[in-house]
């Protein structure tokens, strides 16, 4: 949750936001691979599939590990967090390695793949920050709109 003391300006997010990101993520990716189809070689598609389906799994596993931790062991969180990191970075450098060596691969692809749910995640949480300012700053008073009046004394959308 981010909170400013002086407009009483709040973030929280909701239960469903991380199911949320997952299915935007998985949806994105899906159509950036059936794109890249089209516009890059069969090298270039394969190293953006590997780097989203490398994202999507670091995504999953990130949120797994923080609800674990949140509701089961709470007075062991600093060591839980860094038993589960050096596995997950280890498990995923030698797949990033093994997929290195063995194919060619197209480093700008691999790379926009690896990126794509912080992209999405980014783009949620700053457009959820931008309603939420919009409606916290701005105050609209009773117009008439088309010879309607229009009561919206309300705060916000």
Same mark, same amino acid.
């Given at each position: 949750m981010i909170t400013d003391d002086k407009t009483g300006f709040s973030l929280s997010?909701?239960?469903?936001?991380?199911?949320? @990101?997952?299915? !935007?993520? %998985?949806? =994105?990716? %899906? $159509?950036? &691979? @059936?794109?890249? %189809?089209?516009?890059?070689? =069969?090298?270039? *598609?394969? #190293?953006?599939a590997v780097g989203c389906f490398l994202s999507l799994i670091v995504y999953k596993i990130l949120w797994w590990t923080i609800q674990y931790a949140v509701l089961h062991k709470r007075s062991e969180i600093k060591g839980f967090f860094l038993k589960v990191s050096l596995t997950k970075y280890g498990i995923i450098g030698v797949m990033l390695l093994s997929f290195c060596l063995f194919f060619e691969v197209n480093i700008v692809?691999?790379?926009?793949? %690896?990126?794509? $749910?912080? &992209? $999405? =995640? $980014? *783009?949620?949480?700053? +457009? *959820? /920050? /931008?309603?939420?300012?919009?409606? !916290?700053?701005?105050?609209? !008073? +009773?117009?008439? &709109?088309?010879?309607?009046? @229009?009561? #919206?004394?309300?705060?916000?959308?």
């Open positions: 997010l909701d239960d469903g936001f991380p199911g949320r @990101v997952l299915t !935007t993520s %998985l949806y =994105l990716s %899906l $159509v950036i &691979i @059936v794109c890249s %189809l089209s516009y890059l070689s =069969l090298m270039g *598609t394969v #190293s953006l692809a691999l790379s926009l793949g %690896l990126g794509i $749910v912080l &992209i $999405v =995640l $980014v *783009t949620k949480i700053g +457009s *959820t /920050l /931008l309603v939420k300012y919009m409606n !916290t700053s701005i105050k609209m !008073t +009773s117009h008439n &709109i088309g010879g309607v009046p @229009v009561n #919206s004394n309300k705060k916000g959308v």
